[in-house]
Structures are given as structure tokens and as C-alpha cells.
């Protein structure tokens, strides 16, 4: 029984990503390839969790739906990690971090994954690995977890075959550092979200800029995972901002298409009933009127889709537009004294939603360059709702929004941000830190 429960969870997974989630610039996915494993396993009374996650993710993989998440919430089941990272570089994967797996080191070369060449794999499994244009933001970890072992080339003139393993998942404490290198203030933040710790840091970096002369600042977002504080962008932005400005101007409004569905209305009105309890009577009041503008464009919805029967359109006519309101009222930004003549932002595929907004928000600054890879373009997506799956203990998280760019076909999802340099993945970056370098080298 318990087996089904798995395969309807990975089909309300598919259903709600085709019916409800923001549609994006993606494909509609390999349902039936991804899931057959798990359906046939159900048929057996075999279903497990680990087949389900697995399915679920392919299929979202294969979709390009990388905003979107599944996660298990039983306690019994523990998420588990390879033990180790990798890039590729032309028709070989090189080990980036050996994290665990202490089997492996940074710049031993895998050359096939279970017994597949990576040419092959690339081929044959491109979508899985690959999320947009360019090697940048390819993700080779969900792909490995198909197999059993790879083959690896350790450097001493032959080839060993290792098992993979699972190792319980690592989360390192986020980094909050400020150095001086080579003449530069290098600034690491991992979390935007941690808004005192980022006024620490940046009063460090502000104090550092003074002591070099405010020539050239590295703001290390490779690792900056999550959300962002508000208050984190009015903290760091004196560094980056050319002349006294309003907050607004830097962050603005940001005009989106939201699907009103009949479920993602219900799942809205849901979350505002959670928290009746604990509002007063303006509060209910704003409730009241927050519900039946939902319910309002939901009937609108319904009421367009009901014009036409090409599955294509409905899908569009479900997507109303709104404004997702800047982070500010009426802030204002003055540079730093110690501004630096040059604010370089390193970026790359890890770089969060929040980290990335910040990006996108002045990368246009005449002082500021985005140095490193390519973002996953999370600045296209917003509001996400989470939708638990019955019976499982599992859950799918998706975006309801996204905005106007992206809807006229353009936006960040399929290339990511612009870069002023980029830095390509080359086997010397295992042991060297190759877009740091190429940030130090920039002229101010």
C-alpha cells in the first residue's frame, strides 16, 4: 500500500508542476521515463523512499524546474550525501572537494560513472545534468546517485573502481570573514539572512578598505545560500552604490505573473486561516479582504480558462499580473567613506536567491564587476507554496510566481546573470582558487 502512496505522491508532484506551478522558460519533463522504476517497484510492493526522491528529483531535473524542491520530513529517513563534489571539465569529472569520502582528493579524475564514459552520460542524461547553456551550472551529484560506483583515474598510471557510498549530509557553518590579499579587502558572506553578522562584517571590511585606501573590494558570494535580510542589502550597498540613492531605486518593485489556480488559491487561503488566531480585528479585517481578492482571481481564472480548450493557452491564462513590492519605503543609500574604486562580486552556480538579488541589483553600479559562473537564476521565480504529499511524509515546494522578463521570454533562468567576467572550470581550480585570482587581477 505504501508502495502507491509513493507513486501518487510522485504523480501529484508532476500533475502540480504542470497545472499550478509558475511555468518558466522549461520543458514539460519525462513523467513516464523518470517514474517507471518507481511504478514498477510499486506494482512489487518494493516502493521506497530513497526511489521516490530520486524519481521525483530526475523528473524536476528533466522539467528544468530547479526552483523546485522535494523533501522528506520522516524522521526515519535520513538524506544522505556522497562525500564529495565535482566539475566537469571537457570529457572527464574532477573532484572539487572530498568532503567524507576520504577515498578521493581534490584533482583525481573520474572517467566514467558506473561504467559510462562522461561523454556518454552527457549525451544520453543531458538534461539531468544540466540546467541551461554552458558547463557552469551543471550538477553531476543527481546523476551519480543512479549508480553504484566510478572509475577514477588517482594519477599513479591506473584506474580504480569505487564504490559510492552515503555519508549523513554536512551543513558547515556559514562564513562571515574579512582578509586582506594582495592588496584587496576580500569580504565571504554565506548568509544574507544573518543581517547582524553581515553589519559586523562589512564594518570590518568598511575599517580594512580604509587602511588600503579604498582601492578594491572582493565580495565572496559563491557559498551565500537562502533568502536575504532586508537589512543585510542596507548594510553592504554603501560599498557598492555610486552616489547617494533611495533603496527603492537599487531594489524596485518587481512586476510578476502569478498562476491563480483553484489549488494555489486554496493553499493561499489556507495559510492566512493559520494564522487567524493570532490577529486582531484590523488584522482580521486585512484577512478578510486578502481572501476574497484571492478567491476573486481564482474565479477570473476560471472564468478565462473556461474560453478555451487548447491546453496551452489555459496554462497562460491561469497567470495573472501583480507587483512584488521592493524590500523599502523610503531608505536612503549614501556611499561609504572607505567605498572601494572597485567592488568586484564573486558569483557562481551555489550563489542563493538572496545573494543573487543583490547581485542583479547592482550589477549595473559603474564601481561593481560579477566575476565567476553562471547563477541558477533564481531572480525569475517568487512566492513559493509547499504542498505536502499524502501518506509519505514528503513534501513539494514550487514557485507561484515569476516575473514579467521571464514571461515575455527573457529573464535569468536559462543563462543567469550577466558577467563581467567569466571564469571557466579548469582542473587547476581543485587546488587553486581560480576566480578569486581572476578578481584580484582586475585594474582599479
Known amino acids: 500500500m505504501r508502495g502507491f502512496l509513493y507513486l501518487s505522491g510522485y504523480n501529484a508532484i508532476c500533475e502540480t508542476l ?5 511555468p518558466g522558460r522549461r520543458s514539460i519533463g519525462n513523467a513516464e521515463a523518470c517514474g517507471n522504476s518507481l511504478a514498477k517497484a510499486s506494482r512489487n510492493a518494493h516502493a521506497d523512499v530513497d526511489q521516490f526522491l530520486l524519481a521525483a528529483r530526475q523528473y524536476l531535473s528533466t522539467a528544468g524546474a530547479k526552483t523546485c524542491k522535494v523533501t522528506c520530513h520522516d524522521g526515519r529517513y535520513q538524506e544522505y550525501d556522497l562525500g564529495f563534489r565535482v566539475k566537469r571539465h571537457e570529457n572527464f569529472l574532477y573532484v572539487t572537494e572530498a568532503r567524507q569520502e576520504t577515498r578521493l582528493a581534490p584533482g583525481m579524475r573520474i572517467v566514467a560513472v558506473g561504467m559510462n564514459r562522461i561523454d556518454f552520460l552527457l549525451k544520453d542524461m543531458g538534461a539531468d545534468v544540466v540546467w541551461g547553456r554552458g558547463t557552469d551550472r551543471e550538477d553531476w551529484d543527481l546523476a551519480m546517485r543512479m549508480f553504484d560506483d566510478i572509475d577514477v583515474f588517482p594519477g599513479d598510471g591506473h584506474v580504480m573502481r569505487l564504490d559510492l557510498r552515503r555519508y549523513p549530509v554536512e551543513t558547515p557553518d556559514p562564513e562571515f570573514t574579512t582578509r586582506v590579499q594582495d592588496g584587496a579587502v576580500v569580504m565571504r558572506i554565506d548568509d544574507l539572512s544573518q543581517a547582524d553578522k553581515v553589519a559586523q562584517t562589512v564594518s570590518e571590511a568598511a575599517a580594512a578598505l580604509a587602511e588600503q585606501g579604498a582601492g578594491k573590494l572582493v565580495l565572496d558570494l559563491r557559498h551565500c545560500a537562502g533568502t536575504a535580510d532586508p537589512a543585510s542589502y542596507l548594510a553592504l550597498l554603501p560599498l557598492l552604490v555610486d552616489a547617494e540613492i533611495d533603496a527603492m531605486q537599487v531594489m ?50 476560471l472564468a478565462r480558462k473556461r474560453t478555451t480548450h487548447v491546453m496551452a493557452e489555459r496554462l497562460r491564462m491561469a497567470e495573472l499580473p501583480e507587483v512584488l513590492p521592493s524590500p523599502f519605503t523610503d531608505e536612503r543609500v549614501t556611499p561609504d567613506a572607505n567605498a572601494p574604486r572597485l567592488a568586484c562580486i564573486l558569483l557562481d552556480s551555489d550563489t542563493g536567491e538572496g ?90
Not at 18 to 22: G, I, K, N, R, Y
Not at 279 to 286: C, I, N, T, V
Request: aromatic content about 6%.
Open 18 to 22: 504542470h497545472m499550478d506551478a509558475a
Open 252 to 301: 524596485d518593485d518587481v512586476e510578476l505573473f502569478t498562476v491563480y489556480s483553484k489549488n494555489n488559491a486554496t493553499a493561499l487561503i489556507a495559510d492566512i486561516d493559520r494564522v487567524r488566531p493570532a490577529l486582531d480585528e484590523a488584522g482580521l479585517s486585512m484577512a478578510d479582504e486578502l481572501c476574497a481578492d484571492i478567491q476573486a482571481k481564482a474565479d477570473e481564472v
Open 355 to 444: 545573494a543573487e538579488r543583490l547581485a542583479q541589483a547592482v550589477m549595473g553600479m559603474e564601481r561593481v564587476r560579477l566575476v565567476g559562473r553562471a547563477t541558477k537564476g533564481w531572480v525569475d521565480y517568487a512566492n513559493y507554496l509547499t504542498s505536502e504529499l499524502e501518506g509519505i511524509a514528503c513534501s513539494f515546494t514550487y514557485p507561484i510566481s515569476r516575473t514579467k522578463a521571464n514571461h515575455d521570454g527573457e529573464g535569468f533562468e536559462r543563462t543567469g546573470l550577466p558577467l563581467d567576467v567569466h571564469v571557466p572550470f579548469t582542473p587547476e581550480e581543485c587546488t587553486r582558487d581560480t576566480i578569486l585570482e581572476a578578481a584580484l587581477k582586475l585594474e582599479t
